[in-house]
Nanobody, 123 residues
């Protein structure tokens, strides 16, 4: 069992920045690749970014590439999503998830989820 808790969401103006954190506790964190997804009202859960077990490689949705940066600190059981140049369309609840197999872009591949943190970007 792995427990995930997100934090760092909030209200920010367009063009601003936020840093989301996800703290993991429980079974060996380094056994899991991690991902960030988001869900806007009335929409499905959308892939944002993913990172490998070691943190050496990260992947991004085209909509956030060049603006978001995903990192992990295995010594602290933490992952982070640095979000810059935020846009109104980034408004959503952001979830971190953990997977040990499957397609990193598919939410069905993730077996543990946090409760989510709200990000609201105002114009």
């Amino acid at each position: 069992q792995l427990q995930l808790v997100e934090s760092g969401g909030g209200l920010v103006q367009a063009g601003g920045s936020l840093r989301l954190s996800c703290a993991a506790s429980g079974r060996a964190f380094t056994q899991y690749a991690m991902g960030w997804f988001r869900q806007a009202p009335g929409k499905g859960r959308e892939f944002v970014a993913a990172i490998t077990l070691s943190g050496g490689t990260s992947y991004y949705a085209d909509s956030v590439k060049g603006r978001f940066s995903f990192s992990r600190d295995n010594a602290k059981n933490m992952v982070y999503l640095q979000m810059n140049s935020l846009k109104s369309e980034d408004t959503a609840v952001y979830y971190c998830g953990a997977r040990n197999r499957g397609d990193y872009r598919d939410p069905q591949s993730y077996i543990y989820w946090g409760q989510g943190t709200q990000v609201t970007v105002s114009l």
